[in-house]
């Protein structure tokens, strides 16, 4: 089965004309200003001249053109682009939240301060872990924050010489660069034949130099680490700390507890895990969880609750200082909470058990083109490689490249960095079985043209706005601005 490939017509961004109006401005009820004081005026400026109708109906088609999770699925994995529901963003705007100013007194906001120590209430019972933060404002944020508290709690125990952090072969790319970034050294520890972390190459790294150890549970390989006691055990026996990377808490919540299996602190992406928005780089939100050692580091001021309040303590001596401006990105707090209470205590195990259950479906449909990494049941994301296709002078990249003629965004291509030609899918708890059958069937068929037509995939996409994309170059040599080709005559 193959698609045939249907050109998209073009957007015409020059509909400017001579003497066209689209808006009567109003008569000046003010003075005239003469502005020549200033220096010589913009006159070849070229001024649109374009119909209310014709500028409104150029703005909507371009908007056609975007693609998210309200138009269609998005496969990336390691991302969980979940859907975030409406009444998320309704709870976000009643007038109580969105128009208090970050500058008012404390006692001027005990709604605001109780809703973020409602959200905290509830990821400790999540993840076991009975001191949080708030005010960290992305994953890799709360990453930096948790090494920049062991370095802190090292440094108060005379144990300043502990400077390398250990992380897998497989984690996030912002694990060693949030060590790199507090002064750590970074060791690699390697993947074993089963995808788990090799127990022996970690006894063998550990050492009275080290002081933690990042590592992400499920793994970025989409793997549950069945020693991970084991593991946390080793660590601590050397005298080091173990950090949860918590960007794949969507296959534990209501399930396990990060605490329970060991770590010592961890981060929370809200903006996958509790379905507040990524937005655009942002605003996010990257909550941490510390065990009691590690809570009189906390940044400062600390959100807590004594004797059932909710209250701000600003007496934290052994704090690290502030790590954003105020409790961090409060909204977001707020559509958490509401994503929180939806679902509620007996619902939130629900969130996982549809997430695995979704991986494992499309890793099971797709056996037959795309081999797992790991021949083993996946978590939350199934983690395939594409390596038999490159003897026909397919990669991974095009295979994602012609699924977007089919109509869906491409999953993560080359992550982790230890699988050959991985494709990395993601298809979260939000959608139905007809989305995911229909994905798979668009890509057995993808995987089909492969071998059949592999040129057809090497030229994709063809149905879009814009073709194959030099993305190295794009990103080097970044120009996103549009340049007329008109020149001032013409106007």
């Not at 790319?173 to 060590?179: D, E, H, K, L």
Request: glycine content about 8%; overall charge negative; aromatic content about 6%.
């Amino acid at each position: 089965m193959t698609t045939k490939a249907v050109p998209t017509p073009q957007p015409i961004f020059e509909k400017s004309r001579p003497g066209r109006i689209g808006c009567n401005m109003p008569k000046c009820d003010t003075p005239e200003v003469d502005l020549t004081f200033l220096g010589p005026l913009r006159e070849t400026v070229e001024w649109p001249e374009i119909a209310e109708l014709d500028l409104l109906r150029h703005f909507t088609n371009l908007s056609h053109l975007n693609y998210g999770i309200e138009t269609g699925f998005y496969p990336l994995g390691s991302c969980t682009m979940k859907y975030n529901p409406k009444v998320n963003e309704r709870a976000a705007i009643f007038p109580g939240f969105a128009n208090i100013h970050p500058m008012q007194p404390e006692r001027s906001v005990p709604g605001a301060i109780e809703t973020i120590a409602q959200v905290q209430d509830i990821l400790s019972e999540l993840t076991g872990f009975p001191s949080l933060s708030m005010q960290p404002v992305a994953g890799a944020h709360g990453e930096m924050t948790c090494l920049m508290m062991i370095k802190a709690y090292n440094s108060a125990r005379g144990e300043a010489a502990r400077t390398v952090v250990l992380v897998p072969d497989s984690a996030h790319g912002t694990n060693p660069a949030s060590a790199a970034r507090c002064g750590y050294t970074v060791r690699t520890v390697p993947t074993d034949s089963q995808g788990n972390t090799d127990l022996a190459a970690l006894r063998d790294a550990m050492g009275d130099d080290v002081a933690a150890l990042m590592l992400t549970n499920p793994s970025t390989l989409g793997l549950f680490e069945p020693n991970i006691e084991e593991v946390c055990r080793l660590a601590h026996d050397a005298g080091a700390q173990v950090f949860c990377d918590g960007a794949n808490m969507n296959a534990m919540v209501g399930m396990t507890r990060p605490a329970d299996h060991g770590f010592d602190c961890m981060h929370l992406n809200l903006h996958k895990t509790f379905s507040t928005p990524h937005g655009g780089g942002g605003p996010g939100c990257g909550a941490i969880g510390v065990k009691p050692h590690l809570a009189p580091f906390l940044p400062s001021p600390v959100l807590m609750r004594k004797e059932g309040k909710a209250i701000v303590d600003h007496d934290r001596p052994l704090s690290i200082g502030r790590v954003s401006g105020y409790f961090g990105q409060f909204l977001m707090a707020v559509r958490a909470l509401t994503y929180l209470l939806a679902y509620g205590r007996d619902g939130l195990p629900q969130i996982s058990r549809h997430a695995v259950l979704n991986a494992n479906y499309v890793q099971a449909r797709l056996a037959g083109v795309l081999p797992a990494a790991y021949d083993r049941p996946c978590m939350h994301e199934c983690v395939l490689t594409a390596a038999e296709y490159k003897k026909a002078g397919v990669r991974a990249l095009d295979l994602s490249k012609r699924l977007i003629d089919h109509g869906f965004h491409p999953p993560t291509n080359y992550f982790p960095l230890i699988v050959p030609e991985a494709i990395m899918i993601e298809p979260t708890e939000t959608e139905a079985k007809e989305t995911l059958d229909a994905f798979c069937d668009a890509l057995i068929a993808v995987c089909e043209e492969a071998v059949q037509d592999p040129g057809a995939l090497t030229a994709a996409p063809t149905t879009q706005v814009v073709g194959r994309l030099d993305e190295a170059a794009a990103v080097k040599v970044l120009d996103i601005a549009w340049k007329s080709n008109r020149t001032a005559a013409s106007v």
